[in-house]
């Protein structure tokens, strides 16, 4: 069965300071991959997704970005957080365009 | 620009009664939609999709009705329990126009009473 990973589980960095998320997926491979972020009480806001290694597609301008560097991996990144940058992050996959397949998350708060 | 939205932002239910969750879509070529049930601080669970050629479609308690004519989607879960207590979102895509993106509406929260 197919599984999906994402650490940190909950970080709290200051203004200003670099960001690396990552997510992994087992048991399929090729898979699309996406980022969403999800504010407190809101819906979820898709970020980045990836249909292969090294291609990426930006939903949103931003001071995030993403990266694939092998199938199954898929790292958000900042260089320099801001206050806004706070929420819930949210990995997913599929195969297809069907249902997404979600990770368990990682809440970020930026002070 | 067109998105998805929900009527109701909160619902509160008698444990054992129906439920029935609302969501308006305003963009005609979607063709797929998604219910997903998020329990605080995890990520969305998938409980059951519809595609644009179907007015309805079952699974285990829950039903899912689609009126394409006035662009309403609902979530029916029958015998509503605790365990069903959670934010549900509707997602809808274009998969026919091959489109990666799903667009999520922003949540009811629904809260069993027991």
């Known amino acids: 069965s197919q599984t999906i990973h994402q650490w940190p589980a909950t970080l709290v960095q200051p203004v200003g300071s670099p960001l690396s998320l990552e997510c992994t997926v087992e048991g399929t491979s090729n898979p699309n991959l996406y980022w969403y972020r999800q504010a407190a009480g809101r819906g979820l806001q898709l970020l980045f997704y990836?249909?292969?290694?090294?291609?990426i597609s930006s939903e949103v301008p931003q001071n995030l970005s993403a990266s694939r560097p092998q199938d199954r991996q898929f790292i958000l990144s900042s260089k320099k957080l801001l206050l806004s940058d706070s929420g819930f992050y949210l990995c997913?996959?599929?195969?297809?365009?069907?249902?997404?397949?979600f990770g368990p998350g990682t809440r970020l708060t930026v002070l | 620009g067109e998105n998805v939205g929900l009527h109701l932002p909160t619902l509160s239910v008698q444990e054992g009664d129906n439920s029935i969750i609302n969501c308006a879509y305003s963009?005609?070529?979607?063709?797929?939609f998604i219910w997903y049930k998020q329990e605080s601080g995890k990520g969305p669970q998938f409980i059951i999709d519809?595609?644009?050629?179907?007015d309805k479609r079952q699974g285990q308690r829950v039903t899912v009705l689609l009126n394409k004519t006035v662009k309403h989607l609902s979530l029916q879960i029958a015998a509503t329990q605790p365990g069903d207590s959670a934010v549900y979102f509707c997602a809808e895509n274009m998969a026919g126009a091959g489109s990666y993106q799903l667009t999520f509406g922003k949540g009811t929260k629904l809260s069993v009473i027991p």
């Open positions: 963009n005609s070529a979607s063709d797929y």
């Open positions: 990836s249909v292969g290694i090294g291609q």
């Open positions: 519809i595609r644009s050629n179907m």
């Open positions: 997913a996959w599929n195969r297809g365009l069907d249902e997404q397949f």
